[in-house]
Structures are given as structure tokens and as C-alpha cells.
T-cell receptor
Framework: DSGVTQTPKHLITATGQRVTLRCSPR?????VYWYQQSLDQGLQFLIH???????AKGNILERFSAQQFPDLHSELNLSSLELGDSALYFC??????????????FGPGTRLTVT | AQSVTQLGSHVSVSEGALVLLRCNYS??????LFWYVQYPNQGLQLLLK??????LVKGINGFEAEFKKSETSFHLTKPSAHMSDAAEYFC???????????FGIGTKLQVIP
């Protein structure tokens, strides 16, 4: 158990819908990272928040957005869902963005299926 | 821009044999390099990392990796494979600080009894 929690574990929804994925980082971790893992694209970095502020963006679609709240939990919002958005979404956390010093801990993931 | 290439999406070894998973990277600055392992239905777990200093890095579960700047490689090895090593392994690179971590496509390791 990494200490990072993600809810829900599984999500099945229809195309065009909107969903929210939630992540609670390990106690004391200020950085939250979101990743998408799909069979054809592998593990893709989406976005990084540090202490409530966006710090780095990857290949995140405009239909996707995220935020980190004052209690440090984070939410990833996916809207106008398409079949291709079906994937595993991972959240990871670390104490700071200095991954040379601090480890990045991954949650168990949310499996999103768009039908 | 940084990138990672993992050669071989699937590798099979016999139990007790040497494990060698290959990773090459590109980075415009001295990189941080990582190997992660993902067991079925679980998140990724850090095996080992290179930041600065000693180029041979030892990790958990008997794995090690060597940073070779001249070859831009960071191959993962383990002298003797166990059945419990069957998993997917990801090489990753970061330029440090607030920079993103870029992952390779992963290599699925199968251990044959």
C-alpha cells in the first residue's frame, strides 16, 4: 500500500459524459501527478500540481482539467468523453517535485471504460 | 525534449537466468533516470533511480542498473530471475525539479519455470 488513494476504482460511462476522478496523496506530500495508461500509448504524463498550483503540463487534452484543493487532494475532470479515453488513470504523489531526492508514490489507479 | 526507448515490449527468461531489460534515453540536460515495476492490477513502484554520483545503482529485489552516459543507456539487470519478478517494467527520465517524468512504453517480463 503506497498510501495514495484513488476513487473510484472502476468507472463505466457513455460517450459524451463527464466524470471526476479523485486522488488523495500520501500524508505530507505536496506534489500530485496524474498519468494516463493505455495499451497503445503506454504511460503518459498529464499534469502536475504542487501545493495547489499547476507546475507542469504534459499531453493533457483540452477536454481534461485538474485541480488540487487546499487539503491537497486532487481531482481530474474528464468531459465530452470519447471511446479513446478508456484507460487506467493513475495519480502519484511526492513530498516535493524534487524526484531526485523524493520518491514518487503511485495510487492503484482508476479504470475508466467509455462505452 | 526528453524521451525514453525500451527495447523489447516482451522479454522471457527462465527462472534462475539473467534478466536484462534495455533502456536508452535522450535528454538535453543531465538526466534523472528511474526504473519502476508494475505488478498486475497495481500502481507503479520505484525499483531504483540514478541522479548523480555512482553510475551503478542498486535497487530493491536484487535489481541494479548502470548509467552509461556515452551510450545514453540505463539497462536494468538481475543475476537470477525469480517467478515473482514477472511484471511490467518501466524506464523513465526526468530533467529534474518541476519537470515532467517521461516513461517508456514498458517491458513485460515473463519468467518461465
Amino acid at each position: 500500500d503506497s498510501g495514495v488513494t484513488q476513487t473510484p476504482k472502476h468507472l463505466i460511462t457513455a460517450t459524451g459524459q463527464r466524470v471526476t476522478l479523485r486522488c488523495s496523496p500520501r500524508s505530507g506530500d505536496l506534489s500530485v501527478y496524474w498519468y494516463q495508461q493505455s495499451l497503445d500509448q503506454g504511460l503518459q504524463f498529464l499534469i502536475h500540481y504542487y501545493n495547489g498550483e499547476e507546475r507542469a503540463k504534459g499531453n493533457i487534452l483540452e477536454r481534461f482539467s485538474a485541480q488540487q484543493f487546499p487539503d491537497l487532494h486532487s481531482e481530474l475532470n474528464l468531459s465530452s468523453l470519447e471511446l479513446g479515453d478508456s484507460a487506467l488513470y493513475f495519480c502519484a504523489s511526492s513530498v516535493t517535485p524534487d524526484l531526485g531526492t523524493y520518491e514518487q508514490y503511485f495510487g492503484p489507479g482508476t479504470r475508466l471504460t467509455v462505452t | 525534449a526528453q524521451s525514453v526507448t525500451q527495447l523489447g515490449s516482451h522479454v522471457s527468461v527462465s527462472e534462475g537466468a539473467l534478466v536484462l531489460l534495455r533502456c536508452n534515453y535522450s535528454s538535453s540536460v543531465p538526466p534523472y533516470l528511474f526504473w519502476y515495476v508494475q505488478y498486475p492490477n497495481q500502481g507503479l513502484q520505484l525499483l531504483l533511480k540514478y541522479t548523480t554520483g555512482a553510475t551503478l545503482v542498486k535497487g530493491i529485489n536484487g535489481f541494479e542498473a548502470e548509467f552509461k552516459k556515452s551510450e545514453t543507456s540505463f539497462h536494468l539487470t538481475k543475476p537470477s530471475a525469480h517467478m515473482s519478478d514477472a511484471a511490467e517494467y518501466f524506464c523513465a527520465v526526468s530533467e529534474g525539479g518541476y519537470q515532467k517524468v517521461t516513461f517508456g512504453i514498458g517491458t513485460k517480463l515473463q519468467v518461465i519455470p
